[in-house]
């Protein structure tokens, strides 16, 4: 069985802030592991995404992500937060099938 | 490339009609589409996976003849919910995989919003 958890359902930060958005997951396999972001009324762009290569992934629009998996965690970080990055953040595990985590909204203050 | 499209993207229906949602997959051949459902503020559950010509898989809990997909070629997938009532108000997405990736290697489309009244 395969789970994952989103630590928090809202993060918010100020623009140019660092962000961090936090995902634990449980698997019974090697997990392949990923992150998406949903902005409203769209749909689900892939930002990154852990396979078993590297542990730390660098994603698209300047996101980042580290599999520890002493830690079971793929916790999503990006150095400086920019307005456009408002949107809903889905952490996702996958052994043999997709599981998307609750989802963690970020809310970038000016 | 590898993008995905659903038509409608919005649509209201009246109680105890049928809708049908496309998803297209435009510039590659899926061999394997995905159907979720998203409530306000929630995350996406999978309700089936369909290989073309194939029948569906669907997901514990989802009922297949309220749900109905067809995968009838390799770039469309429908689902059809039938007879709707006020609770299958949602967001569908769908996800196609290209032939021969891995089944986690989904792209996917931008939703259709059902609302039924």
């Known amino acids: 069985a395969q789970s994952v958890t989103q630590l928090d359902s809202h993060v918010s930060v100020s623009e140019g802030t660092p962000v961090l958005l936090r995902c634990n997951y449980s698997?019974?396999?090697?997990?392949?592991l990923f992150w998406y972001v949903q902005h409203p009324n769209k749909g689900l762009q892939l930002l990154l995404k852990y396979t078993s290569a590297a542990t730390l992934v660098k994603g698209i629009n300047g996101f980042e992500a580290e599999f520890k998996k002493s830690e079971t965690s793929f916790h999503l970080t990006k150095p400086s937060a920019h307005m456009s990055d408002a949107a809903e953040y889905f952490c996702?595990?996958?052994?043999?099938?997709?599981?998307f985590g609750a989802g963690t909204r970020l809310t970038v203050k000016p | 490339g590898a993008v995905v499209s659903q038509h409608p993207s919005w649509v209201i229906c009246k109680s105890g009609t049928s809708v049908k949602i496309e998803c297209r997959s435009l510039d590659f051949q899926a061999t394997t589409m995905f159907w979720y459902r998203q409530f306000p503020k929630q995350s996406l559950m999978l309700m089936a996976t369909s290989n073309e010509g194939s029948k569906a898989t669907y997901e514990q809990g989802v009922e297949k003849d309220k749900f109905l997909i067809n995968h009838a070629s390799l770039t469309l997938s429908t689902l059809t919910v039938t007879s709707a009532h006020p609770e299958d108000s949602s967001f569908y997405i769908c996800?196609?995989?290209?032939?021969?990736?891995?089944?986690?290697?989904?792209?996917f489309g931008p939703g259709t919003r059902l609302t039924v009244t």
């Open positions: 698997s019974s396999y090697s997990p392949s």
């Open positions: 996800s196609a995989t290209p032939p021969g990736g891995p089944y986690y290697e989904q792209y």
């Open positions: 996702v595990v996958s052994d043999t099938d997709m599981r």
